[in-house]
């Protein structure tokens, strides 16, 4: 997962994004919206919907998979 957040400079230099934007990631179209197209709070507000939807699904997961009870007699 954090291999995917570092791969922009891979994208930038190599494919821009990819013809009909096949190697687009999250990070590449946030500095798209951001910096190529001048939509600033497009692209923060992407950014922010994205990384809290990731926070969600990481802590349902924990509560999921490390919820032990413990039972006192």
Known sequence: ????FQVFETINLMTSGG?????????????????????IGYASA?????????VAILTLIYFKVLNKRVHYR
């Open 1 to 4: 997962m954090i291999n995917s």
């Open 19 to 39: 013809p009909i934007n096949s190697t687009n990631t999250i990070v590449y179209y946030i500095y798209e919206n951001g910096f190529r197209f001048f939509k």
């Open 46 to 54: 992407a950014g922010a919907v994205i990384l809290l939807i990731i």
